[in-house]
């Protein structure tokens, strides 16, 4: 049996993709919307889904109720998500979330420490972690349909 070249690549890429691993999710704390402080680390056990936003940035506001149904759909099959808002100044965010009327949790990274950690270079920036906590998927940034990208990853790692 002969196999042409592009056979060829494909059988590379999928043996290369089945060997190569994640990478472990930096931990971190931020505070909460609620003012409480979540940990990273103490999410492990759960996919958890960073959507790293701004309520400047006009796909974020289109993402944002999107993710809020994501979130109340898997939250009880063992999904967390955090919206994480990288403004210096958070009343913005905080008006856009009231405006929205969204439920996920948002926390704040007015300093950008965690955003450079996760190497955010794109608004929005999606990052899904898996159970074990290692970077599962990059998203960034958005357009019309991603969302199903994203409940597709999702359900792959809640079944893992």
Not at 21 to 36: I, N, Q, V
Not at 85 to 98: G, H, S, Y
Not at 104 to 128: F, G, H, I, N
Not at 134 to 156: C, H, L, P, S, T
């Amino acid at each position: 049996m002969k196999l042409s070249l592009p056979a060829l690549s494909v059988i590379f890429l999928l043996a290369f993709a089945a060997f190569t691993h994640a990478a472990p999710a930096p931990d971190f704390t931020l505070k909460s919307e609620s003012g409480d402080n979540v940990r990273l680390a103490e999410q492990r056990g759960k996919v958890v889904m960073l959507n790293f936003w701004a309520s400047w940035c006009g796909p974020c506001r289109t993402e944002m109720p999107l993710l809020d149904d994501m979130y109340k759909r898997y939250n009880k099959a063992g999904f967390e998500l955090y919206g994480v808002n990288v403004e210096q100044d958070t009343a913005a965010a905080k008006k856009l979330i009231e405006d929205l009327g969204v439920s996920l949790p948002v926390l704040y990274d007015p300093d950008s420490k965690v955003s450079k950690l996760y190497k955010v270079d794109a608004m929005p920036t999606t990052v899904v972690i898996d159970k074990k906590g290692e970077v599962r998927f990059v998203n960034r940034g958005y357009k019309a349909g991603d969302e199903n990208k994203y409940r597709d990853q999702i359900r792959e790692l809640i079944r893992e």
